[in-house]
């Protein structure tokens, strides 16, 4: 079974810094994405950015990358020039490459921006 | 655009109630899905769908019943509330997209309590 680790139960970042959250996974599928999600205080879940296990390079959205490391089984997600915005849970996911999106969440990181 | 849309939004019941959570989405998605999400564990898969008729168990499916009569919606029901199933529920649904993981769009969540 798949499982998603997420070492940092919380975090904190000044605004304008970078910070790295970190996820860690363990699969036996040969193909499969890899997801960050964010869930401010108002609870609804954003979606982030996807990695599909066969990419060769690492995902970018804005301000968002993801850092895969495949033979390590990490998928960190990093976050350049930090929002106080940004204040928010954070879900790393694993999903298998079936079209089943039945992923698995880790347990969350939370960040806090300070000014 | 509605999205997905999840009622009530708040409920409380009292142990051995039954009660249904209702989930509809208008964007013609096959997969449907309930989590739940509670401190410190992240968001667990407690039933899916991959299309109308089809449904099956995630990680944590005891105490939960769906079925899946139309495309857009996908009822969860409580046949008889238990405190342990006081948590945040979240519907998300997304296409089928063979050799990829799509993204889940969720609903804004549904807050049970039981007492």
């Known amino acids: 079974a798949q499982k998603i680790t997420q070492t940092q139960p919380g975090m904190f970042v000044q605004e304008k810094e970078a910070v790295t959250l970190d996820c860690t996974y363990d699969?036996?599928?040969?193909?499969?994405?890899l997801f960050w999600y964010k869930q401010p205080s108002s609870g609804e879940m954003i979606f982030l950015i996807y990695?599909?296990?066969?990419?060769?390079q690492n995902a970018t959205e804005g301000r968002y990358s993801l850092n895969f490391q495949k033979a390590r089984k990490s998928a960190n997600l990093v976050i350049s020039a930090s929002q106080l915005g940004d204040s928010a849970m954070y879900f790393c996911?694993?999903?298998?490459?079936?079209?089943?999106?039945?992923?698995?969440f880790g347990a969350g990181t939370r960040l806090a921006v300070h000014p | 655009n509605a999205g997905v849309t999840q009622t009530p939004k708040f409920q409380v019941l009292k142990t051995g109630q039954s009660m249904t959570l209702q989930c509809a989405q208008d964007m013609n998605h096959e997969y449907m899905s309930w989590y739940r999400q509670d401190p410190g564990m992240g968001l667990r898969l407690i039933h899916y769908?991959?299309?109308?008729?089809?449904?099956d168990q995630g990680e944590v499916p005891n105490g939960y019943n769906v079925s899946r009569s139309t495309t857009e919606d996908f009822p969860l029901r409580l046949l008889s509330a238990a405190p342990s199933q006081t948590s945040v529920y979240f519907c998300?649904?997304?296409?089928?997209?063979?050799?990829?993981?799509?993204?889940?769009?969720f609903g804004e969540g549904s807050r049970l309590t039981v007492l």
């Open positions: 699969t036996s599928d040969q193909s499969y994405g």
């Open positions: 769908s991959v299309g109308a008729g089809i449904t």
């Open positions: 990695q599909g296990s066969y990419d060769e």
């Open positions: 998300a649904s997304s296409f089928l997209v063979q050799g990829a993981s799509g993204e889940l769009f």
């Open positions: 996911a694993h999903g298998q490459a079936d079209g089943y999106n039945k992923l698995i």
